[in-house]
Every structure is written in C-alpha cells, then in structure tokens.
C-alpha cells in the first residue's frame, strides 16, 4: 500500500527554521496538502497543491516538491507553531493517505 | 463562511450501533463531497471514506469498506457515519471535513476535501 514517511519529531529554537519531510515510496503524480493539528483541535491546512498557502496561514509556512519527496518549511518558528503536522496526498487508486505525522517542539 | 458541526461525543458499549452526524453550512452542501477521517487515541490520521451529498455517491477506504456506512440527508445538510456493531477498537475521534475544487497543471477539476474540519466527535466504546 501506498504510504508517507515523516520524521517523528523535529526540534527547532525560537526563530530558526523548521523542515519538515514526506517520502513516498513512489510517485503517482499528485499533489501534496500539509496540516498543523494542536492538542485537542481539529487539523488545519496550511499547505495545499505542494506550495500554496490558503489565506491566513502565515508566511513563514511554505512548501515544495522534489522526486518523491515532499517538504514542509516554517521559516522564523514561534512558539504558536509547536504542534502536529501531517502531509496528505492521493494514491493512484485514489485513495487519500496521511503521512505518518511530525511532533513539532519549540524549544 | 464554510462551517461543519458535528454531533457530541458518545459512550458506547461493544455491540451497540452508532450514527454520529456533520451538519453543513455556509456552501453548496449537495455540490462538494464530504469526507470522513478518523484519529484514535495518540494516534495519526486516517481517511475512512467519502461521500457526494447529492446522490449519496459514496468511495470507502479499503480499510474502512464494510466496518462502517456513511450516508447523507441533503434536505437538513448533514452527513453521517454509523457502525452496526461497535469494537473497543472504534474507540477514536471522527472528524468530517470538506474542501474545494482546484484545477491541475493540465487544467483538469479536481476535489480536495480536506481543506474545512468539523469540531470532532469523540467515540468512546468500552464495557
């Protein structure tokens, strides 16, 4: 079955820059869509069409594409970005898969 | 403003049934899918399946095909998802969400249904 790979944890200071990845173990030309979850909420989508940022979302979220690699970048991480995030794309049979999920911690 | 609200958490023991509710508002309810997600405790997302309000078209994960139905009553705009029979294991938060149209690098429409979350309803199933 299809499947995204994240790291489960990445640590960044206050104002550095996080970078998050999603590995596919192939690539069936789709496009990827990134959430932020926080305890006890619904997620967000902060990232949708592998580099596009709904309105609202930061700018310090961005994102980008290469091979069968997709990467989540928070630019100037603040403390309000510690969360959950997951990456989100289509198999070929057109089912919706999640990543297996990246834990956040500012610290 | 789109705006899903789900029904409340339920308690349920193992072998009863179970219909928890999506009620949409601020779109087109009969024209954009409905998706269903579940998260158990500590756990990732994962999708279970999807529905089209306005012929009740319904795509079920494999995972998920036969464990639950999902159904829609587009006169009240809301969407359901029910287990004849409930497990420890169904013990989860359920998410609906819905999303919008977008166009490919070819032009092609496609949907994304991820892009609005209901609150969540929290599934609890023990005896």
């Known amino acids: 079955s299809y499947e995204l790979t994240q790291p489960p944890s990445v640590s960044v200071s206050p104002g550095q820059t996080a970078r998050i990845t999603c590995s596919a173990d192939a690539l069936p030309n789709q496009y990827a869509y990134w959430f932020q979850q926080k305890p006890g909420q619904a997620p967000i989508l902060v990232i949708y069409?592998?580099?596009e940022r709904p309105s609202g979302i930061p700018e310090r979220f961005s994102g980008s594409s290469s091979g069968t690699t997709v990467t989540l970048t928070i630019s100037g991480v603040q403390a309000e970005d510690e969360a959950d995030y997951y990456c989100?794309?289509?198999?070929?049979?057109?089912?919706?898969?999640f990543g297996t999920g990246t834990k956040v911690t500012v610290l | 403003e789109v705006q899903l609200v789900q029904s409340g958490a339920e308690v349920k023991k193992p072998g009863e049934s179970l219909k928890i509710s999506c009620k949409g508002s601020g779109y087109s309810f009969t024209t954009y899918w409905i998706a269903w997600v579940r998260q158990m405790p500590g756990k990732g997302l994962e999708w279970m399946g999807i529905i089209y309000p306005g012929d009740s078209d319904t795509r079920y994960s494999p995972s998920f095909q036969g464990q639950v139905t999902m159904s829609a009553d587009k006169s009240i705009k809301t969407a359901y998802v029910q287990w004849r029979s409930l497990k420890a294991s169904d013990t989860a938060m359920y998410y609906c969400a819905t999303g919008e149209y977008y166009h490919d690098s070819r032009g092609s429409k496609f949907f994304h249904p991820f892009d609005y979350w209901g609150q969540g309803t929290l599934v609890t199933v023990s005896s």
């Open positions: 069409k592998d580099s």
């Open positions: 989100q794309s289509v198999d070929s049979s057109g089912t919706y898969v």
